[in-house]
């Protein structure tokens, strides 16, 4: 089974509006990572926020991590078409190797 | 200048056959990866490679063997394929190794598909 899961496993919104995407995992982690997929290309990184960070910004994208819940959201606001994507969640268990979920596909319609 | 390059782009082969694909990074990392991406996305860690150490998920059949001429290239190659084989194939760099510790670099991807 996968360690991070997303939620919702796809999602449809209008530019302008925000997305809201949702990962959970199992075991403890040092840090949590966010990557970006399009269509038909390599997977780029957005953002890590380590375990004793609450919250992140890196322009447009929000990133929190509650370590009590094993969860962590990625936000983005005021979607664009271009941000049309997957977005993935990893985690690395006990300095392990990177673990993925597996994705949410945004998709934003002009 | 692209940061992590893998060749082909695309392979269709039929089953049985021995194939390799290959990988180049130009960031002077220490570290790279293979990953395996199936049909409904899931994408799994294959191997994680430097000049020190292999770590193998040990769930990779053993018809998989990374080679790495130098610490810029890390190909895969695949004996016997199966029609299973058929995915997605990412190779990744990260500059230290840490595994989770830090932001990896993909490449493109090299869509394999079995006949």
């Known amino acids: 089974s996968q360690q991070g899961e997303e939620d919702p496993q796809a999602l449809s919104i209008q530019e302008g509006e925000n997305a809201t995407m949702n990962c959970s995992y199992k075991?403890?982690?040092?840090?949590l990572q966010w990557y970006r997929q399009n269509s038909g290309r390599g997977l780029v990184h957005l953002i890590l926020?380590?375990?004793?960070?609450r919250e992140k910004h890196s322009g447009r994208l929000r990133v929190t991590l509650d370590t009590s819940k094993k969860s962590s959201s990625l936000l983005i606001t005021a979607s664009r078409a271009a941000d049309t994507a997957s977005y993935f969640c990893a985690t690395a268990p006990a300095g392990n190797m990177l673990t993925f979920g597996g994705g949410t596909r945004l998709m934003v319609k002009p | 200048d692209t940061a992590v390059s893998q060749t082909p782009k695309y392979l269709v082969t039929q089953m049985g056959n021995d194939k390799s694909i290959k990988c180049e990074q130009n960031l002077g990392h220490d570290t790279m990866y293979w990953y395996k991406q199936d049909s409904k996305k899931f994408l799994k860690i294959m191997f994680s490679y430097n000049n020190k150490e292999l770590i193998i998920n040990e769930t990779v059949p053993n018809r998989f063997s990374p080679k790495s001429p130098d610490k810029a290239h890390l190909n895969l190659h695949i004996n016997s394929l199966e029609l299973g084989d058929s995915a997605v194939y990412f190779c990744?760099?990260?500059?230290?190794?840490?595994?989770?510790?830090?932001?990896?670099?993909f490449g493109p991807g090299t869509r394999l598909l079995v006949l």
């Open positions: 926020i380590r375990s004793n960070e």
């Open positions: 075991t403890s982690i040092n840090n």
């Open positions: 990744a760099s990260s500059q230290l190794g840490l595994g989770g510790e830090e932001t990896q670099y």
